[in-house]
């Protein structure tokens, strides 16, 4: 509704989402079976989160955070935890996280502060199905890469 403190929200944004991935990531690599396992079963997400830790690598994790963070392709939160659960470098965690969320907060203000008021039904009814294409697109082409390359 104010489109010029468009960008202070995403600021604030940015930093509370990485915080709360930050928390994740702890909550993954310190407290997995007394934490982190009560809490993907309590989302449904357990099974889905055991996949992705017997196949996942430093490279598939980072872009999961980009493809998370940017339409929450997978759940953001079960990247957060299976980060500390494989032990990916807090800090390299951290500037991952920020160039995802920020970059995805940024935009949107960049666009309420471009267009105003008339691109806020855009962004609510289509960006997000955008943005999930997208995250799509660049997980099947790591997939592809990955495989044609052994």
Same mark, same amino acid.
């Given at each position: 509704?104010?489109?010029?403190?468009?960008?202070? $929200?995403?600021?604030?944004?940015?930093?509370? *989402?990485?915080?709360?991935?930050?928390?994740?990531?702890?909550?993954?690599?310190?407290a997995?079976?007394?934490?982190?396992?009560?809490?993907?079963?309590?989302?449904?997400? $357990?099974?889905?989160?055991?996949?992705?830790r017997?196949?996942?690598?430093?490279?598939?994790?980072?872009?999961?955070? #980009? &493809?998370s963070?940017?339409?929450?392709?997978?759940?953001?939160?079960?990247? &957060?935890?299976? *980060?500390?659960?494989?032990?990916?470098?807090?800090?390299?965690?951290?500037?991952?996280?920020?160039?995802?969320?920020? !970059?995805?907060?940024?935009?949107?203000?960049?666009?309420?502060?471009?267009?105003?008021?008339?691109?806020?039904?855009? #962004?609510e009814?289509?960006?997000?199905? #955008?943005?999930?294409a997208? !995250? !799509?697109a660049?997980?099947?082409? $790591?997939?592809?890469?990955? $495989? !044609?390359?052994?």
């Amino acid at each position: 509704s104010k489109p010029e403190r468009a960008y202070r $929200y995403a600021l604030v944004a940015t930093v509370a *989402s990485v915080l709360g991935g930050v928390a994740g990531w702890f909550i993954g690599h310190y407290a997995y079976e007394a934490v982190a396992k009560p809490i993907l079963e309590f989302y449904g997400k $357990y099974d889905e989160f055991e996949q992705l830790r017997t196949s996942s690598g430093v490279g598939f994790i980072v872009l999961m955070l #980009i &493809t998370s963070g940017a339409a929450h392709l997978p759940p953001i939160k079960v990247v &957060t935890i299976l *980060s500390g659960v494989i032990g990916v470098n807090l800090l390299l965690f951290i500037g991952l996280a920020i160039v995802a969320r920020g !970059a995805r907060f940024l935009l949107l203000a960049w666009l309420l502060r471009r267009y105003g008021e008339s691109i806020r039904e855009f #962004i609510e009814k289509r960006l997000g199905m #955008i943005v999930s294409a997208g !995250a !799509a697109a660049l997980i099947l082409l $790591y997939i592809a890469v990955r $495989y !044609a390359h052994g």
